[in-house]
């Protein structure tokens, strides 16, 4: 079946430091690839999206590449700001023809000025 | 617009009662789910509806748990009797259609505790 793996934190970053949160999948066929976030006391929201190898996903700032040959979608961002503390969830869907989202454990970002 | 609006916030119980969470989708997603997410991991889907049809009920523990989506709009979750292993946050969200390419809105959750 399909499972998501996505480094374990909490990580911790000074301000403008450069940020990679790990992401590799499994999954039959050919996923779409999702990084949600989730802000304290709030739903998940969706911060960007892949839908096809070599797709590049991007939204405030965060880029993740859908690398096909190393089945990964590495969330990067080159200047973190204390409002990005949050938790990070890379899930996928599809492939298959599984409409299921299957969601990684989560990565808890926090940021210190 | 408004988003996908759960009630309550939080919930706590004596366990072997009965529970109800409330989900009101967006105006116009015709796809509903419900999601269990337990502490330090991800959401994983309890059901998925289309309209009123509940098309993906696969990983919902039917012994306990219940859910319907009358009329197709707003959809009830239901457990009971409840257990000391549902603790837990369950998560309601919505999209357009079942399509893998339609982003799903999820709304705050509501946090479950049984004592």
């Known amino acids: 079946g399909n499972s998501v793996t996505q480094m374990e934190g909490p990580v911790t970053l000074s301000e403008e430091a450069f940020l990679t949160i790990n992401c590799t999948y499994t999954?039959?066929?050919?996923?779409?690839l999702f990084w949600y976030v989730q802000y304290p006391g709030e739903g998940l929201q969706l911060l960007l999206k892949?839908?096809?190898?070599?797709d590049k996903g991007s939204n405030k700032g965060f880029e993740a590449t859908y690398r096909k040959e190393t089945t990964s979608f590495h969330l990067e961002k080159g200047s973190v700001q204390v409002s990005d503390s949050a938790v990070y969830f890379c899930a996928l869907s599809g492939g298959a023809g599984s409409y299921q989202l299957t969601f990684g454990k989560g990565t808890k970002l926090s940021v210190i000025p | 617009e408004a988003g996908v609006v759960q009630s309550p916030r939080y919930k706590i119980i004596e366990k072997k009662q009965p529970v109800a969470f409330w989900c009101n989708p967006i105006?116009?997603?015709?796809?509903l789910y419900w999601y269990l997410q337990n502490l330090g991991q991800g959401p994983e889907l309890l059901i998925r509806y289309e309209n009123e049809e509940a098309v993906d009920d696969s990983q919902l523990p039917k012994d306990r748990f219940s859910a319907e989506r009358l009329k197709g709009v707003d959809s009830t979750l239901k457990i009971q009797p409840a257990e000391l292993g549902d603790s837990a946050v369950y998560l309601c969200?919505?999209?357009?259609?079942?399509?893998?390419?339609?982003?799903?809105?999820f709304g705050p959750g509501t946090r479950l505790t049984v004592l």
């Open positions: 999954a039959t066929g050919y996923p779409s």
């Open positions: 105006s116009g997603h015709n796809t």
């Open positions: 892949a839908t096809k190898a070599d």
């Open positions: 969200a919505s999209s357009l259609s079942g399509s893998e390419y339609n982003e799903q809105f």
